[in-house]
């Protein structure tokens, strides 16, 4: 096992782990070479990924002379998943063990790398994640638009991916130990801005503990390519598509228990009372007529129920992140 001295950017151990580094590159043409630069000489591999860029950023990247640089080409741009993805196959054949993303635009600290590939080497996590929220600094720096739509968005996908305990979710900058790389369909993993979404979803359903760790993000000139009308046009329907599944997946499938037993039963129940109690509503709106006592608590009495119902199978969802064991 490999092991690491907590908050140490160095391996301490004798076996060396094998590390890559892999970039994205769409338009980043002009900063894409610093980042590489700025690489610590400890990593093995930096898998530059072309993805069809108009700037040839992967140009930029082979003329610098690294002999870790490997540059991958897209004909057609297939998104920052898509070029992940592409990484991470090429560190996998080449037997690497720990692959780290980053983004070529200069927003992630290349410095700040050991801190997040500690916890893979030290066996507390398969899978570590860039926060930006835990450093108050740091924030200040944040434009005011990323930092609300980064938190409301935050809570959604927790609920998808049933990491109730992240924060930060969308941070692009991770890390992952080969031992749940190789076991995750890359196939089926979402081509563009969902990539981090979806990537969290297929983690918890592959009981894969997550961690966090606190990472300020740079801000400089460059704008964001994710665009809120795209947010709030895909995401949604993807985070409940996802939500769905893993749910399924994991509470009737993989397992069933006592949160399976409050959704079976609460949900209908649920439904039921706010059909009925929202017919019953527009009726006696309508024809002025009061409804009821028995119809009123024949409507009230199953809501309230099925609602306590549904916030304990929401508990348990809470109460099974996957975590090592201690």
């Known amino acids: 096992m490999f092991q690491v ?3 140490s950017r160095q391996v301490v151990d004798t076996a060396a782990p094998r590390l890559a580094v892999v970039i994205p590159c769409f338009r980043v043409a002009g900063s894409v070479g610093e980042v590489i630069r700025s690489v610590p000489q400890s990593v093995d591999h930096i898998l530059v990924v072309d993805d069809a860029c108009p700037e040839s950023s992967g140009d930029v990247a082979a003329a610098l002379g690294d002999p870790r640089v490997s540059v991958l080409r897209h004909e057609r741009n297939q998104g920052v998943g898509g070029a992940v993805v592409t990484g991470y196959r090429k560190a996998l054949e080449l037997g690497c063990d720990v692959v780290v993303k980053m983004d070529g635009d200069g927003q992630m600290d290349p410095a700040r790398l050991w801190d997040l590939v500690a916890p893979l080497l030290a066996d507390r996590a398969d899978y570590a994640k860039g926060n930006r929220f835990r450093n108050f600094q740091a924030l200040k720096s944040m434009p005011a638009t990323r930092l609300v739509g980064n938190s409301l968005l935050s809570f959604a996908v927790k609920a998808a991916s049933g990491y109730w305990n992240l924060m930060d979710p969308t941070n692009g900058y991770t890390a992952i130990h080969r031992r749940v790389l190789a076991t ?15 990537m969290l979803i297929r983690l918890n359903l ?11 993000a740079r801000y400089g000139t460059e704008g964001s390519s994710l665009r809120i009308s795209r947010v709030l046009a895909e995401f949604p329907f993807r985070l409940l598509r996802g939500f769905v599944r893993r749910v399924f997946l994991r509470y009737f499938v993989h397992d069933f228990n006592m949160a399976s037993i409050y959704l079976l039963v609460g949900l209908p129940m649920f439904a039921w009372g706010v059909v009925w109690g929202g017919y019953e509503w527009v009726e006696s709106l309508v024809t002025g007529v009061p409804r009821t006592a028995g119809t009123i608590m ?5 809501t309230i129920l099925s609602f306590q119902m549904l916030l304990q199978a929401i508990q348990i969802d809470i109460a099974s992140v996957p975590r090592r064991n201690a």
């Open 5 to 7: 001295a907590e908050g």
């Open 298 to 302: 024949l409507v009230a009495l199953p």
């Open 184 to 198: 995750l369909d890359l196939d089926r993993l979402a081509r563009r801005y969902f990539f981090e979404s979806d």
């Open 206 to 216: 592959a009981n894969a503990v997550v961690a966090d760790v606190d990472i300020p």
